[in-house]
C-alpha cells in the first residue's frame, strides 16, 4: 500500500513528510524544494492488542510506544503541482507519474491562505484554499484522461479487429494507475456508456477518467498551517461550502517539532495524542516558548496536531483496510517466540483463504483451517477477516 502526498509547492508537504516518517528532507518556503520524490515509511497507529492478554507486541516492523502499535506504511511525497502540470508545466507529467502506484492522495493544502497559487509567500487569508483544491482535481482528471486518449483511434481498432472485450482491453491499459477490470465496468455501467467505443466524444472519455480517477485515487485533505490566525474561517467555510470532501485540519510543523523534541528526550509523546510531557531539565527559553505555543494554539484547541489522525482516517477509513495478526501457535508467538511480530494491513473483505496467500504461497495452497486465537473457533478460508483478528493458520506440507 502506498500513499502520495500532493499539492501546489509550499503548502506543507514536505514538512508533513517529515512529521509522519521523520525522514531527512530539504525544507523551505519557496516552489519546488522537492524535485525528485521523496519516498519513507509513516506509521498508522492502533491499540497493541497484546494488552489483552497482558503482554506487550515484539513488532518485526513498526513499534510500540505505550498501550499503542505504530505499523508502517509506504509514503511518497511528490514536488509541488502548478496549473497545466498535465501539460508538462512545472515538470508536472513526470510528478504526475511519480504517483501511478499510490493507493489515495493526500492534498496537503495550505488553509491559511499564506501562499499564492504559484506556492510564492503571501499575507495570510489572501489566497483563496478553494482554488488550490479545484485546481489540483482537475490536473488529476486531465492526468488521467491524457492517458485513456492516447492512441484512442488506434486502440478502438484493435478492439474491433481481435474482437476484445473493451473491459479487459481497457484494464490491460491502464494497469500502470492500478485501475482493475471490475473498476471499468462499475464506471461504464454508471456513466450509461453503452454505445460503442469508437462512438464516444471526448467528453465521454474525460468523464470516464474523472470517474476511475475518483475511484481509485480517493483523496483525503489535509488542511494544513491551522495554527495560523484566521485559519480556521477558512477551514468552516470550505466545510460548509464543500460538505462533502473529506477535510481534517492539522499542523505539521508542530508535529514535526514535537517528533523532533520526543527524538531528543526533551519531552514524552505519543503521535496522535492530545499532550505531551516536558522530562528534560536542559530545555531552553526558545524551545520552552515554541512547545507552549503549540499546546495552547494546537493541542488545547483540536486534540491533536492532525498528522495521525489524517494517516489513520487515510488507511482505515477511506481505503477500508483492517490489521490483521498472523501468529505461528495459539500462544500468540511466532515459531522464534516472538510475541504478535507482524501486523499485516489488508483490505476489509480479506478472507482467511486469502490472507493465507498473502503470507506464503505455500500457506495458501496448502491451507487446512485457520483458528481465531481469542475465540479458540476453527474458520475456514472463506471467512472474511475483521480488524484487529489474532489469527493461526494450519497447512499441510
Not at 497507529?45 to 494488552?51: E, G, H, V
Not at 483563496?128 to 492517458?147: A, M, Q, R, S, Y
Not at 481505503?319 to 508467538?333: D, E, K, M, S
Not at 501486523?343 to 498473502?358: E, H, I, W
Request: proline share 4%; glycine share 6%.
Amino acid at each position: 500500500m502506498q500513499v502520495g502526498l500532493v499539492g501546489k509547492p509550499s503548502a506543507g508537504k514536505s514538512t508533513f513528510f517529515k512529521a509522519a516518517t521523520l525522514a531527512e528532507v530539504e525544507i523551505a518556503n519557496f516552489p519546488f524544494t522537492t524535485i525528485k520524490p521523496n519516498t519513507g515509511i509513516g506509521y498508522v497507529k492502533i491499540k497493541d492488542p497484546a494488552i489483552e492478554f497482558n503482554k506487550k507486541s515484539n513488532p518485526r516492523e513498526g513499534y510500540i510506544l505505550g498501550d499503542f502499535r505504530f505499523v508502517p506504511i509506504q509514503i511518497i511525497d511528490v514536488a509541488g503541482l502548478v496549473e497545466g502540470a498535465h501539460q508538462g508545466k512545472g515538470l508536472g507529467l513526470e510528478f504526475l507519474n511519480d504517483l501511478n502506484q499510490a493507493d489515495l492522495l493526500i492534498h496537503i493544502v495550505d488553509i491559511s491562505g499564506s501562499t499564492n497559487e504559484k506556492g510564492e509567500p503571501v499575507p495570510p487569508m489572501t489566497h483563496d484554499p478553494t482554488k488550490d483544491i479545484l485546481f489540483l482535481e482537475n490536473e488529476l482528471d486531465h492526468w488521467h484522461f491524457n492517458i485513456l486518449k492516447k492512441g484512442w483511434e488506434k486502440f478502438v481498432k484493435t478492439i474491433n479487429q481481435d474482437n476484445q472485450n473493451i473491459k479487459a482491453a481497457l484494464a490491460k491499459q491502464l494497469s500502470g494507475l492500478k485501475i482493475t477490470e471490475e473498476t471499468i465496468e462499475d464506471s461504464i455501467k454508471e456513466l450509461r456508456l453503452t454505445h460503442h467505443p469508437s462512438e464516444w466524444s471526448d467528453k465521454d472519455l474525460f468523464d470516464l477518467a474523472s470517474l476511475l480517477r475518483k475511484k481509485t485515487k480517493p483523496i483525503l485533505i489535509a488542511a494544513n498551517k491551522i495554527d495560523i490566525q484566521g485559519s480556521e474561517m477558512n477551514l468552516h467555510k470550505l466545510q460548509k461550502n464543500y460538505p462533502g470532501l473529506k477535510i481534517i485540519s492539522c499542523s505539521a510543523e508542530s508535529e514535526l517539532a514535537l517528533k523532533e523534541a520526543a527524538k531528543h528526550n526533551l519531552i514524552k509523546y505519543t503521535p496522535g495524542e492530545s499532550s505531551f510531557e516536558i522530562i528534560s531539565k536542559s530545555i531552553n527559553e526558545k524551545q520552552k516558548k515554541a512547545l507552549e505555543f503549540i499546546k495552547s494554539n494546537v493541542l488545547d484547541k483540536h486534540k491533536t496536531t492532525g498528522v495521525q489522525d489524517i494517516l489513520n482516517k487515510a488507511v482505515f477509513e477511506y481505503l477500508q483496510y483492517i490489521a490483521v495478526f498472523p501468529v505461528a501457535t495459539n500462544h500468540l508467538t511466532d515459531k522464534e517466540g516472538r510475541l504478535l511480530p507482524d501486523c499485516y494491513l489488508v483490505p476489509n473483505n480479506t478472507t482467511t483463504g486469502d490472507f493465507a496467500y498473502k503470507i506464503h504461497s505455500d500457506l495458501g495452497k496448502n491451507f487446512i483451517r485457520a483458528i481465531d486465537v481469542r475465540t479458540k473457533r476453527t474458520i475456514g478460508k472463506d471467512y472474511n477477516l475483521k480488524h484487529m483478528d489474532i489469527i493461526e493458520i494450519i497447512a499441510g506440507k
